[in-house]
């Protein structure tokens, strides 16, 4: 079964279980992936179809939180494989039209993951969210450098594959 129809199982799962304003809102287009993708085509996601494609979870501190946070979310590797990605450089895309280019392998090097989740709640916009750019920075302190912080993107809407 492809990643896509266990996504929609998902969705169909929770519309015949009653909605809660919650699940609601993971039935919205959070993240169009284009560019080199499979047959060429844009790819939409909701929160509930990444997070379908399964999750992985990042403690550390950043530039904006002082204290250690968990984050939860899709593993960028693993969203790039759903989608036949070729290309070697990601744009990150976020609401506010803030771009961050991003290479491919930092996503398997690194583990980064597009969290929609912090300590164990979705973010909302007026916190990051619907999707953050994380970085293991307390993991690998290789990266905690200015280059790695500006790949950090919040309020992520759009990743463009080159």
Known sequence: MSLFLKALLVGATLMLGGISAQAADSDKVVLTVSGKVTNGEAVDFTVAELEAL??????????????????????????????GATGDAAAVVALNKYRTEIPVSDFTDHGVILASKK??????????????????????????????????AWQVRGIIIE
């Open 119 to 152: 300590n164990g709640e979705r973010m909302p916009i007026s916190d990051k969210g619907p999707l953050l750019v994380v970085y293991p920075f307390d993991d690998k302190p290789e990266l905690n450098t200015e280059i790695y912080h500006s790949r950090s």
């Open 54 to 83: 399964g999750t992985s979870t990042i403690t550390t501190t950043s530039p904006w939180e002082t204290d250690p946070v968990t984050f939860e979310g899709v593993p960028i590797a693993a969203l790039l494989l759903a989608v």
